[in-house]
T-cell receptor, first 109, second 114 residues
Framework: QKEVEQDPGPLSVPEGAIVSLNCTYS??????FMWYRQYSRKGPELLMY????GNKEDGRFTAQVDKSSKYISLFIRDSQPSDSATYLC?????????FGDGTTLTVKP | DGGITQSPKYLFRKEGQNVTLSCEQN?????MYWYRQDPGQGLRLIYY???????QKGDIAEGYSVSREKKESFPLTVTSAQKNPTAFYLC?????????????FGPGTRLTVL
């Protein structure tokens, strides 16, 4: 069983929709929870991160961590065509980072 | 501009040949990493280096080799022993900020074995 499981997608939504991307994990040592965005044929870039449980908001993006359920989410409000990309969750703890398989999102105009 | 460069962007290799992928960074980061990404899959760690002249195997090191002779450079060699080398290869460097080991990725090299 993988340490990090990510909803596989792909996900296709109309412009303006609210998007929810989700991951679960099994390793209790994870302390930092990250979301990366990867455009086609490019390297991933860090979108936002959260330490331990709680919510963090950055513009249209909200990251949510529930350590009791070992569940993390990324919400995108008012989604735009420019948000079309693959989103990777990642978790760090005990000296290592582990990535999810990614969810490919397409936002249609 | 500070960043990570990888070359070439696309690489074609015949079976049985070794090939070296270049990774250079001017961010003055100590740590560097090599990942492999297959379609629909996440990043799998091949090798990493915390400091010059030192490196450790990641989860899928078999068939790969690295060197770290300079802080700025971390080349990856894909050897003929790697059974399924066709993939997208990503290099990264990192710095600890606010407790997080923040990784910065290069644009990647797509390797195809013919």
């Amino acid at each position: 069983q993988k340490e990090v499981e990510q909803d596989p997608g792909p996900l296709s939504v109309p412009e303006g929709a609210i998007v929810s991307l989700n991951c679960t994990y099994s390793n209790s040592a994870f302390q930092y929870f990250m979301w990366y965005r990867q455009y086609s044929r490019k390297g991933p870039e860090l979108l936002m991160y959260t330490y331990s449980s709680g919510n963090k908001e950055d513009g249209r993006f909200t990251a949510q961590v529930d350590k009791s359920s070992k569940y993390i989410s990324l919400f995108i409000r008012d989604s735009q065509p420019s948000d079309s990309a693959t989103y990777l969750c990642a978790m760090e703890g005990a000296g290592k980072s582990t990535f999810g398989d990614g969810t490919t999102l397409t936002v249609k105009p | 501009d500070g960043g990570i460069t990888q070359s070439p962007k696309y690489l074609f290799r015949k079976e049985g040949q070794n090939v070296t992928l270049s990774c250079e960074q001017n961010l003055n980061h100590d740590a560097m990493y090599w990942y492999r990404q297959d379609p629909g899959q996440g990043l799998r760690l091949i090798y990493y280096s915390q400091i010059v002249n030192d490196f450790q195997k990641g989860d899928i090191a078999e068939g790969y080799s690295v060197s770290r002779e300079k802080k700025e450079s971390f080349p990856l060699t894909v050897t003929s022993a790697q059974k399924n080398p066709t993939a997208f290869y990503l290099c990264a460097s990192s710095i600890v900020r606010g407790g997080l080991n923040e990784q910065f990725f290069g644009p990647g090299t797509r390797l195809t074995v013919l």
